[in-house]
């Protein structure tokens, strides 16, 4: 059984950051050569990608977060991380940990909520 669990997630002012992280466990699952994703599902809206990293350590932002945020992971610690900065109101959704290669993992999600 695979299991992965946000945390990080809060209310936080616009301008202010975040850093989400997604811990991964079960037995007999590879941590390491899982793409590892966020995705994020604002009210009334379908959920979408936020970022992506590959196996090797390559990324992919959505037009609406690149240069803000920062995807990463530790392969020792099967844990990947979304460092949020100059967060805005429309950042403001439940972002889900994703992990996929034959197979995908969803984590239960986080709520990130930016708001003065």
């Known amino acids: 059984q695979v299991r992965l669990v946000e945390s990080g997630g809060g209310l936080v002012q616009p301008g202010g950051s975040l850093r989400l992280s997604c811990a991964a466990s079960g037995s007999n699952f590879n941590f390491n050569i899982y793409t590892m994703a966020w995705h994020r599902q604002a009210p009334g809206k379908q959920r979408e990608l936020v970022a992506s990293?590959?196996?090797?350590?390559?990324?992919f932002y959505a037009g609406s977060v690149k240069g803000r945020f920062t995807i990463s992971r530790d392969n020792m610690k099967n844990t990947m991380y979304l460092q949020m900065n100059s967060l805005k109101s429309e950042d403001t959704a439940v972002y889900y940990c994703?992990?996929?290669?034959?197979?995908?993992?969803w984590g239960q999600g986080t709520q990130v909520t930016v708001s003065s």
């Open positions: 994703h992990a996929q290669r034959l197979a995908n993992y």
């Open positions: 990293i590959t196996s090797g350590g390559s990324t």
